[in-house]
T-cell receptor, first 116, second 117 residues
Framework: GDSVTQMEGPVTLSEEAFLTINCTYT??????LFWYVQYPGEGLQLLLK?????DKGSNKGFEATYRKETTSFHLEKGSVQVSDSAVYFC???????????????FGQGTILTVHP | GAGVSQSPSNKVTEKGKDVELRCDPI?????LYWYRQSLGQGLEFLIY????????KSGLPSDRFSAERTGGSVSTLTIQRTQQEDSAVYLC???????????????FGPGTRLLVL
């Protein structure tokens, strides 16, 4: 079935450091890909998304590019801030006919802590 | 406008009791989803509603779990004869359109934290 694998955390960075959180997926067809973020004490929020190969999603300085050839959707940010400390989830929603059609399949989450 | 709301925000119950969790989706959203977030299993899909029907119930872990949606709006997730392994945060999400629209975004509620003693 469809699945998502994220790099293991936790990730600890200093402010203004470069961030990469790796995400790879297994899916049939052409899934949509998402990054969700969960700030401390808050619910899941959509951070960015991409719906087809080579699409780049971006928001709040974060970017991720849908790479079908490597089945990846790595999250990057050039200069992190303390306020970016949160748990980040990579997710896919399968295309029609696949096992993940409709529902989101999530990675295990990566805890990011940014120190001043 | 208002987001997805869930109630109660916290629920403590004794093993063997039944619990009901409620979700109010964003007004006008036709699709509604339930997920569960637990330490051991991460985020897991439970069930998906389109209108009042549930085309995908594949994530419900046992027949103790059921859900319904009435009037194409509010949904209730019921867990019968709760067990300690049911302890988790239960999340509800809704989306404006059916998921066959690529990239259709699911908006999540704050969750109900369930603790079974």
């Amino acid at each position: 079935g469809d699945s998502v694998t994220q790099m293991e955390g936790p990730v600890t960075l200093s402010e203004e450091a470069f961030l990469t959180i790796n995400c790879t997926y297994t899916a049939t067809g052409y899934p949509s890909l998402f990054w969700y973020v969960q700030y401390p004490g808050e619910g899941l929020q959509l951070l960015l998304k991409a719906t087809k190969a080579d699409d780049k999603g971006s928001n709040k300085g974060f970017e991720a590019t849908y790479r079908k050839e490597t089945t990846s959707f790595h999250l990057e940010k050039g200069s992190v801030q303390v306020s970016d400390s949160a748990v980040y989830f990579c997710a896919l929603r399968g295309s029609a006919g696949g096992t993940s059609y409709g529902k989101l399949t999530f990675g295990q989450g990566t805890i990011l802590t940014v120190h001043p | 406008g208002a987001g997805v709301s869930q109630s109660p925000s916290n629920k403590v119950t004794e093993k063997g009791k039944d619990v009901e969790l409620r979700c109010d989706p964003i007004s006008g959203h036709t699709a509604l989803y339930w997920y569960r977030q637990s330490l051991g299993q991460g985020l897991e899909f439970l069930i998906y509603f389109q209108g009042n029907s549930a085309p995908d119930k594949s994530g419900l872990p046992s027949d103790r779990f059921s859900a319904e949606r009435t009037g194409g709006s509010v949904s209730t997730l019921t867990i019968q004869r709760t067990q300690q392994e049911d302890s988790a945060v239960y999340l509800c999400a809704s989306s404006l359109a059916p998921p066959d629209r690529a990239g259709e975004t699911q908006y999540f509620g704050p969750g109900t934290r369930l603790l079974v003693l």
